[in-house]
């Protein structure tokens, strides 16, 4: 049977066989599920000499593991404690695979085929113009290796073997390290502080089965999203039926902490909120509270574990509880977007895997050098990552509503000048005040658009 991308039953990869085994034996990992990646090492490179960069990318493979024994090895885990192999990944860019002679691979996705710094993405992302970017990003890259592990040991080791594979002609532009952060209770946060990570699409039977019966539950909001999201048959090696890979988009997003911080002081302060209450101006901003307690089931953080992710913003259709401005209430509206069919709506949803970059010294809130490594996989760029960036977060008439204002834009990651916004006075109750937005504390650095292709493509060349 071929596999099946738009099959409205998740794929179980304990029982797959045929096809769909073959495909998760030919995937790269950390695609369909995130890897474990607490310390995850980026490469960005360019290539000179297209047999050499094809040389170290074949030579890659036997460092590569694939996505059936990733899941095999976090299932090992997760029943015995037994621990994992370091993940490897590698994502060319359309530059990259010209740069390696490979210009016949023909791609659909006219977005990575024109490449993050093309005209058209910067003004319908609002980037800075390329010239703003971070150097190293400015110039022309090829390829990204990802290299992850849970410690940083084996991390750190399985890097220097990829770099062993560097010869001259191959330059590393650019290089990064993220390191997993963590709250008091060892929740992973972002730099502002809040949990993150949570609310994923989840595409395998045993996910969603795990998501089910051991969080929160999936009555209310079900994450499965079909293969067809996040997967694309791999056009470097011509239809084959088990080979996919899926499109890959990177980018530095630099967060001034103190700056969002101040932020939330100012909201607060113009609200008039007081004692535990002052915290609801930060969980306005995201749309959750430090601890990942949604803001619209709750008014205040409650601690609950697991984070809840079964919810929707059905019983907050007015915004009295979250702003529909909130970030995770933008970037997914969970059918309240008032913009199109709830399932359709859901399609624009993408595999996010990002990681914290950046050291931080105990009690100081940087105004840079931190950030995110924003990282999603996508079956179509234009419709997910570009879409939920421009059509949504960028979007100040989005969510559409019946009274004024205008939502306004994300405050997290909305960009481009930003007008007043309304912020309910009173959780759960009538009455909003407009406030002067919140200042753009996250800037992009730098980025671009990849294709993770099938282990087999990475061989042959
Ligand atoms: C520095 C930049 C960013 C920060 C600090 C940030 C922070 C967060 C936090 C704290 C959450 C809540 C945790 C969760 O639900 O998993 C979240 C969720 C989310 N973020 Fe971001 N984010 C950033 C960039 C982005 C970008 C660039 C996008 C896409 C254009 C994005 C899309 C999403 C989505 C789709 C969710 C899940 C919403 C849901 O399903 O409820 N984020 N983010």
């Known amino acids: 049977m071929p596999v099946n991308l738009d099959n409205t039953a998740p794929l179980s990869w304990k029982n797959a ?5 073959t ?57 015995h404690d037994t621990k994992g192999t370091p993940y490897v990944g590698v994502g060319l860019s359309k530059l990259g695979y010209q ?3 490979l210009d016949d691979v023909e791609f659909h996705d006219e977005v990575f085929k024109k490449g993050m710094k093309h005209p058209d993405s ?53 290089e990064e390290t993220g390191q997993t952060q963590r709250d008091d209770a060892g929740r992973a946060i972002e730099q502002f502080g809040y949990v993150d990570g949570r609310s994923l699409p989840l595409f395998l039977a045993e996910d ?119 970030h995770v209430r933008k970037t997914n509206p969970r059918g309240s977007g008032k913009f199109q069919d709830p399932e359709v709506e ?11 970059y950046g050291e931080r010294t105990p009690g100081v809130d940087p105004e840079s050098g931190v950030g995110l490594l924003f990282m999603a996989f996508n079956s179509q760029i234009d419709q997910q990552f570009e879409f939920v960036q421009q059509l949504w977060a960028n979007n100040t008439g989005f969510p559409a509503h019946d009274s004024p204002p205008d939502p306004g834009r994300d405050p997290v990651i909305g960009q481009g000048s930003r007008p007043p916004q309304a912020w309910p006075l009173v959780w759960g109750e009538d009455g909003t005040q407009e406030v002067p937005a919140p200042a753009q504390a996250v800037t992009m650095k730098g980025g671009e658009y990849f294709f993770m292709p099938s282990l087999p493509f990475l061989s042959s060349l």
């Open 23 to 79: 495909m998760l034996q030919h995937l790269q990992p950390n695609i369909l599920k995130g890897h474990v990646r607490d310390r995850l090492h980026i490469l960005i490179l360019q290539f000179a000499d297209a047999s050499a960069g094809r040389a170290f990318l074949s030579g890659l493979v036997p460092l590569m593991k694939s996505a059936k024994t990733a899941l095999e090895e976090a299932d090992a885990f997760n029943q």
């Open 17 to 21: 066989t045929g096809d769909d085994d």
């Open 346 to 356: 859901k399609l624009h949803l993408m595999a996010r895997r990002g990681q914290t």
């Open 122 to 174: 910067v003004a319908h992302l609002g980037d800075p113009k390329k010239e703003q970017w971070q150097q190293e990003y400015q110039k022309d890259i090829h390829a990204v290796v990802l290299v992850g592990d849970h410690d940083p040991d084996p991390a750190d080791a399985r890097l220097a073997e990829v770099k062993a594979l560097l010869t001259d002609s191959i330059t590393v532009i650019a």
């Open 208 to 326: 969603l089965e795990a998501e089910r019966d051991t969080m929160d539950g999936t009555d209310v909001w079900d994450p499965f999203l079909p293969l067809g999201r996040v997967l694309v048959a791999d056009p470097g090696t011509a239809d084959s039926g088990t080979d996919f890979g899926s499109y890959f988009v990177l980018r530095k997003l630099e967060q001034n902490v103190r700056a969002f911080k101040a932020a939330e002081e100012e909201l607060a302060n113009a609200l008039n909120l007081t004692n535990d209450d002052r915290a609801r101006a930060g969980a306005m901003f995201v749309g959750r509270f430090r601890d990942g307690t949604p803001l619209t089931l709750q008014p205040k953080a409650i601690g609950h574990t697991p984070v809840m992710n079964n919810f929707t913003y059905g019983e907050d259709a007015a915004a009295h509880k979250c702003p529909f401005q909130a």
């Open 99 to 101: 740069a390696l002679g």
